[in-house]
């Protein structure tokens, strides 16, 4: 069978979305920021000078160690700048609270599972080891998915739009205590993975859409499907075999 190209498109653009909106939602760099913190000084933490070692300074000298601060759906993470020091732990405080984090939380997984599900549809309907694909459960398939592309954008639009104001009690604070003097946020790379993600399972599932449009026979157009051409008068009345006279 000749599975159509709509179709192809949507069962190859479906599960890449799928696998992205699914790495975006895992990983803990929905947002992200820095903050310089003196190691001498005022409401800073005093380190010793250590021979040999980046992080050691003079007596007496002031350094500032560079913190890279990343926030996901699920997950925090704290590094020092070009060190290999680095820790995470699950979100917690006012940051897991926020309600505008758990409709995030919400949507991303409904958006995962409604994916899921279309995509198992639109394999079903596909069936490319058989002659007529069914066309509707693969449409219903490719619903389902753009769907789930639907609230994965929702999800990722709130998150974006509230990036600097998630976790915060009040609207005008800044997130700054006496160890990180400013902590300056931004969108981050799971962003980006779930805003590709989530534009390919629009993309799969309108491609999916398109097969409850049924094809037309070329010689006959009242019957639906090419496949069944053969029932048709002027197909049947064709000779499979032309007989030639041989004379001696």
């Known amino acids: ?31 992200e920021g820095q903050a310089r913190l003196g ?55 006012t940051y897991q609270r926020d309600h505008r984090v758990r409709l995030a939380q919400g949507l991303v997984l409904t958006s995962l599972f409604l994916c899921g599900t279309g ?4 394999c079903i309907g596909v069936r490319c080891w058989t002659d007529v694909p069914l066309r509707g459960v693969a449409a219903t398939g490719g619903l389902l998915v753009v769907v789930a592309g639907l609230l994965s954008l929702t999800a990722l639009g709130v998150y974006t739009h509230n990036l600097r104001r998630l976790g915060m009690e009040d609207p005008g604070q800044v997130m700054t205590t006496p160890r990180f003097p400013l902590l300056s946020l931004r969108p981050a790379g799971s962003l980006y993975f779930g805003w590709l993600g989530s534009c390919l399972q629009v993309l799969g599932g309108s491609a999916l859409l398109f097969s409850f449009k049924q094809p037309r026979c070329r010689t006959c157009p009242e019957v639906p499907d090419c496949l069944v051409c053969q029932s048709c008068p002027e197909t049947n009345n064709k000779p499979e075999t032309e007989v030639y006279e041989v004379s001696c």
């Open 119 to 122: 995509i198992v549809l639109a």
């Open 39 to 93: 190691t001498t000084g005022p409401g800073s933490l005093p380190r010793s000078g250590v021979k040999g070692q980046g992080l050691g300074v003079r007596s007496g000298s002031v350094e500032s160690l560079l913190l890279l601060r990343s926030d996901g759906l699920w997950e925090s993470c704290l590094q020092v700048a070009h060190s290999e020091l680095k820790q995470c732990w699950p979100v917690a405080g």
């Open 1 to 31: 069978m000749h599975t159509p190209a709509s179709m192809v498109m949507g069962i190859v653009f479906a599960p890449l979305g799928l696998v992205l909106v699914f790495t975006a939602a895992i990983t803990p760099q929905w947002r």
